[in-house]
């Protein structure tokens, strides 16, 4: 039987929007576009093909979604089913793809939760999200990945989404969950995360395209001339945040602060970059030639020195871009695609969906 897998990361599906009121913390409006994408495969399959979606985190942005009008920091299993709740509620279109992709014969689904997603770590959150996308049954054909950050195929492919690469993004995945002295399991959230919650969040609902920026050091850069007022503030408790959970947080504070030059290296600067991390990642693997992951929103598709693919899904959201090398160039809806042909082999790309072009679109808020 042939075999074909979609591979998407960094939707970050929100609450949704309402015509006419603006929602800062949403970032996926592809709903209909993601329902042609699966009923586009699902033309070109047949009884003997199998249909494979793999969901490489960050499908649900669960970090913005608000709670009482605030941000929860201590995320339990009740917390991250509202979250996700609302998210689904909120994107009707695209639960129903799924609803109907997955009761087709020979479809699946595999979810790997990435940082903005953690919350489906939850067992509460995976069968909420069953119950939504197989309401007439058949859940066993949605499986998460929950053990570690990577999916391994048996051809030679690894999956990940990729936050494992970046210090600040890191996971214990052996201790996903701490307990409060109130006796509450919470999620063990990295400082990265906890960044988001306190500083990136509400940043952009002042300014809703900050983390739709790459890279997001010249925006900053830019805002200090442009838009100095919130420059220097989001420089200011960026820095306060740091120093709060990464060097005094830990009864070991004296020892981190010497630490402090190699914790700037390795967390906030991070040299080589994302990519150089990942080069490096995949020539040391054994038995691997392919690589494929997301986090960062920037497509890749590299072959390297020694033949190994490394292959980057980037994102749906609408991003934009000030590098001098990308400046300009359309990124956006892209995804993995990888291919098992009845002869035998393998084949992966990278590809980017067009789709039926539609006349005209709502605009739910405008300036």
């Known amino acids: 039987m042939k075999l074909v897998r979609l591979v998407v990361s960094d939707l970050h599906l929100g609450t949704g929007v309402q015509s ?24 070109l399959s047949n009884r003997r093909t199998e249909i494979e979606l793999i969901f490489n985190g960050d499908i649900f942005d669960l970090l913005k979604v608000k709670l009482d009008g605030r941000w929860p920091t201590e995320i339990t299993e009740e917390i991250a089913v509202e979250k996700l709740r609302l998210c689904l509620e909120g994107h009707p279109k695209f639960v129903l793809a799924l609803r109907r992709f997955l009761a087709g014969a020979g479809r699946r689904l595999v979810y790997l939760p990435g940082n903005h997603d953690l919350d489906m770590v939850f067992a509460g959150a995976q069968e909420l999200f069953r119950r939504y996308v197989t309401p007439e049954g058949g859940g066993e054909r949605v499986r998460f990945i929950t ?54 969040n509400p940043a952009k609902e002042r300014r809703n395209n900050v983390d739709r920026i790459q890279p997001l050091r010249l925006f900053i850069l830019g805002s200090l001339f442009l838009d100095p007022r919130f420059g220097v503030r989001f420089m200011l408790t960026t820095v306060w945040h740091f120093l709060r959970h990464r060097i005094f947080a830990l009864r070991a504070w004296t020892r981190r602060l010497r630490r402090l030059p190699s914790i700037l290296r390795e967390e906030v600067v991070a040299i080589g970059g994302y990519d150089e991390v990942a080069r490096r990642q995949l020539r040391r693997l054994r038995g691997v030639h392919t690589l494929i992951l997301g986090h960062s929103h920037a497509p890749r598709y590299r072959v390297l020195e020694d033949s190994k693919v490394m292959m980057n899904t980037g994102t749906w959201m609408r991003m934009i871009n000030l590098s001098l090398e990308h400046l300009g160039q359309n990124s956006g809806l892209t995804y993995g695609l990888i291919e098992y042909p009845e002869d035998g082999g393998v084949h992966t790309k990278l590809m980017r969906w067009y789709g039926t072009q539609p006349p005209c679109e709502i605009v739910p808020y405008a300036y």
Do not use: C, M
């Open 20 to 43: 006419g009121k603006l929602n800062p913390l949403e970032d996926f409006f592809e709903d209909d576009r993601f329902a042609e994408l699966l009923s586009h495969y699902e033309r």
């Open 147 to 200: 053990q570690s950050d990577t999916y391994y195929l048996p051809e030679g492919i690894q999956i990940r989404h990729g936050h494992q690469l970046e210090h600040i993004h890191r996971v214990d995945y052996g201790r996903l969950f701490r307990t409060l002295s109130d006796g509450r399991k919470i999620l063990d959230l990295p400082w990265g995360s906890l960044w988001i919650l306190e500083v990136l």
